[in-house]
């Protein structure tokens, strides 16, 4: 069930996009599906579009037919697709009387990969073939296929082997998700593109990410809770593993207290001042009972106290009150009185450090219309389609460019959502029109398609073609809201009534549409004439807590 709904980071051999689309489109529900898979994922067989019609045959959606009735017996576990070397061999043996030892020469060709081998096995096995009294037509078009699966077949004895470890790593991550994705971040901690990918993955399987702690976190991702993984200080930019390894033993003799605590008991010839900023922008010193620009404006005090403390501890001073002040907790201090960081700067100094927001996110609170207009993510941004698609982002970085062809000034974006990072490009002539709208740190739609010339490609470059900040779409009463029920569940009129009246105080742009089904296929979908509301968070709440959790969403008007 991971697999056929396409939860494949992190799982052996199917991380691909090509993987976890085949995987779901097949809907894998055995062992043998995964073997297949594995098989039929080479350019051999792609290029062949063998994937394609093992998928469409296992599903029922074409038939299956077989080159010739003896070959039922070898084709029937993959529905008279060629997918395997021992296949290769078997047909060899059955249809051209290759003895074994024969065949395996041919499946040695194919495995080499060597063309010239494998035409010249090939003909053997046509010639062969007619001798055994079978049709040219036949031979020369199992030949064929044969040639065709040489470029990348794969043997089954491989592909069974990979699809253990595929199935062991898809078991763990099913039945031990927070281990599993706290293993998985720790192996990729220094890749920050991969440390967002999995950490989005973890969230989408439930689990609770919670940021950094100079009081709980190691060098690795941990579990520390049900569901819940603590962030790993290894990756966090500027902070070793010697200073975490100081931290950790200074944890032995209890938690830090505060700022002037912890920089007085960790090693700062480890720990720099730039260390310790690090971590406090990370969100690391968050539980020492302050907030972070408090922090930020007490460090140098806090670090010039603990110096000279440690100072005197290596040239073996002592106080006039000797070892009562080494083992006495420190004098209480206050933290200056000063505002927060705004949410804006705690999240870039945050992105600062550790590659990207974690204690929030610029597009949370647009979080429905990132889900309801844009038709991609980041992660398949550069997916080319003939079709125009949109996405959902906030501009992270934006680079101004001259074009040496026409001399004028076009843009690159860098764009971030929930999923990753990805680029896009903005043309001069459209970037003449939208450069007020695409600026740096915004949240916006972008729509755009791509060039027929990178059709085929890898990686197609986004080109940008229309903006709109998203914050204009609730404005504009593009967001509505549905209120949805079923004839068996439906709320009670007083709680229609009341649902009624809330959307009445609460009067904007946004259309209220009633959707009704009699659980029977029967739907009925109704636009309120007179009813438009300013959709947020706090009515959404209120109407849930009157209907239903599942009775309420938001939706795209018309």
């Given at each position: 069930?991971?697999?056929?709904?396409?939860?494949?980071?992190?799982?052996?051999?199917?991380?691909?996009?090509?993987?976890?689309?085949?995987?779901?489109?097949?809907?894998?529900?055995?062992?043998?599906?995964?073997?297949?898979?594995?098989?039929?994922?080479?350019p051999g067989p792609l290029d062949a579009g063998m994937h394609t019609v093992f998928i469409k045959r296992k599903l029922g959606q074409e038939r299956v037919t077989y080159p010739h009735p003896s070959l039922q017996g070898i084709l029937e576990p993959t529905y008279g697709v060629?997918?395997?070397?021992?296949?290769?061999?078997?047909?060899?043996?059955?249809?051209?009387?290759?003895?074994?030892?024969?065949?395996?020469?041919?499946?040695?060709?194919?495995?080499?990969?060597?063309?010239?081998?494998?035409?010249?096995?090939?003909?053997?096995?046509?010639?062969?073939?007619?001798?055994?009294?079978?049709?040219?037509?036949?031979?020369?078009?199992?030949?064929?296929?044969?040639?065709?699966?040489?470029?990348?077949?794969?043997?089954?004895?491989?592909?069974?082997?990979?699809?253990?470890?595929?199935?062991?790593?898809?078991?763990?991550?099913?039945?031990?998700?927070?281990?599993?994705?706290?293993?998985?971040?720790?192996?990729?901690?220094?890749?920050?593109?991969?440390?967002?990918?999995?950490?989005?993955?973890?969230?989408?399987?439930?689990?609770?990410?919670?940021?950094?702690?100079?009081?709980?976190?190691?060098?690795?991702?941990?579990?520390?809770?049900?569901?819940?993984?603590?962030?790993?200080?290894?990756?966090?930019?500027?902070?070793?593993?010697?200073?975490?390894?100081?931290?950790?033993?200074?944890?032995?003799?209890?938690?830090?207290?505060?700022?002037?605590?912890?920089?007085?008991?960790?090693?700062?010839?480890?720990?720099?001042?730039?260390?310790?900023?690090?971590?406090?922008?990370?969100?690391?010193?968050?539980?020492?009972?302050?907030?972070?620009?408090?922090?930020?404006?007490?460090?140098?005090?806090?670090?010039?106290?603990?110096?000279?403390?440690?100072?005197?501890?290596?040239?073996?001073?002592?106080?006039?009150?000797?070892?009562?002040?080494?083992?006495?907790?420190?004098?209480?201090?206050?933290?200056?009185?000063?505002?927060?960081?705004?949410?804006?700067?705690?999240?870039?100094?945050?992105?600062?450090?550790?590659?990207?927001?974690?204690?929030?996110?610029?597009?949370?609170?647009?979080?429905?219309?990132?889900?309801?207009?844009?038709?991609?993510?980041?992660?398949?941004?550069?997916?080319?389609?003939?079709?125009?698609?949109?996405?959902?982002?906030?501009?992270?970085?934006?680079?101004?460019?001259?074009?040496?062809?026409?001399?004028?000034?076009?843009?690159?974006?860098?764009?971030?959502?929930?999923?990753?990072?990805?680029?896009?490009?903005?043309?001069?002539?459209?970037?003449?029109?939208?450069?007020?709208?695409?600026?740096?740190?915004?949240?916006?739609?972008?729509?755009?398609?791509?060039?027929?010339?990178?059709?085929?490609?890898?990686?197609?470059?986004?080109?940008?073609?229309?903006?709109?900040?998203?914050?204009?779409?609730?404005?504009?009463?593009?967001?509505?809201?549905?209120?949805?029920?079923?004839?068996?569940?439906?709320?009670?009129?007083?709680?229609?009534?009341?649902?009624?009246a809330l959307c009445a105080s609460h009067p904007g742009p946004a259309p209220v549409y009633i959707e009704w089904s009699d659980g029977n296929g029967e739907a009925l979908r109704l636009r309120a004439r007179r009813l438009r509301i300013a959709p947020d968070e706090d009515l959404?709440?209120?109407?849930?807590?009157?209907?239903?959790?599942?009775?309420?969403?938001y939706v795209k008007a018309g």
């Open positions: 069930e991971l697999l056929r709904d396409g939860r494949t980071a992190g799982v052996f051999q199917f991380e691909s996009a090509l993987a976890t689309d085949t995987l779901r489109a097949m809907r894998c529900d055995r062992f043998d599906d995964l073997v297949a898979t594995n098989a039929l994922l080479r060629i997918t395997y070397q021992e296949q290769v061999m078997r047909i060899a043996n059955v249809l051209a009387g290759f003895s074994l030892a024969e065949a395996d020469v041919l499946r040695k060709a194919v495995g080499k990969k060597d063309e010239a081998l494998i035409k010249q096995e090939v003909g053997r096995f046509v010639d062969r073939a007619m001798a055994q009294g079978h049709p040219r037509r036949l031979a020369e078009e199992l030949g064929a296929q044969i040639e065709t699966f040489g470029r990348y077949g794969f043997n089954k004895s491989h592909s069974v082997a990979y699809s253990v470890l595929s199935y062991q790593t898809a078991w763990l991550k099913a039945h031990y998700p927070a281990e599993f994705m706290a293993a998985l971040l720790s192996s990729e901690i220094g890749n920050t593109d991969k440390v967002v990918q999995y950490i989005n993955e973890a969230r989408e399987l439930g689990l609770e990410v919670l940021p950094p702690d100079v009081n709980e976190s190691g060098f690795k991702f941990t579990v520390v809770g049900e569901n819940r993984l603590r962030f790993g200080l290894g990756a966090v930019r500027n902070v070793g593993a010697g200073v975490i390894e100081s931290m950790i033993t200074a944890r032995q003799d209890g938690p830090f207290h505060d700022l002037w605590d912890f920089v007085g008991r960790i090693d700062l010839r480890l720990g720099n001042r730039r260390v310790i900023e690090s971590l406090i922008v990370a969100g690391a010193c968050d539980g020492l009972g302050g907030h972070r620009r408090q922090y930020l404006e007490a460090l140098d005090t806090a670090l010039g106290e603990a110096q000279l403390r440690q100072q005197e501890r290596e040239a073996g001073q002592s106080s006039l009150f000797g070892e009562v002040l080494a083992t006495s907790k420190p004098a209480g201090h206050n933290l200056p009185d000063v505002p927060p960081l705004s949410e804006a700067e705690r999240l870039t100094r945050e992105k600062e450090v550790i590659g990207f927001f974690i204690s929030g996110h610029p597009l949370e609170r647009f979080r429905a219309e990132v889900e309801l207009f844009g038709t991609r993510t980041t992660a398949t941004l550069h997916e080319w389609s003939e079709h125009a698609v949109s996405v959902a982002a906030v501009v992270t970085g934006l680079k101004r460019q001259i074009s040496k062809k026409t001399g004028k000034e076009y843009a690159r974006l860098t764009l971030e959502d929930f999923h990753g990072t990805s680029e896009a490009i903005v043309f001069p002539d459209t970037w003449a029109k939208l450069n007020q709208v695409i600026t740096a740190d915004a949240a916006i739609l972008l729509g755009g398609g791509y060039s027929l010339r990178d059709r085929g490609e890898d990686r197609a470059p986004f080109v940008v073609e229309s903006a709109r900040p998203l914050g204009e779409l609730r404005e504009s009463g593009a967001l509505g809201i549905s209120l949805r029920w079923r004839a068996s569940d439906a709320p009670p009129p007083d709680a229609v009534k009341a649902a009624a959404l709440r209120a109407l849930r807590d009157l209907l239903g959790a599942g009775a309420v969403h």
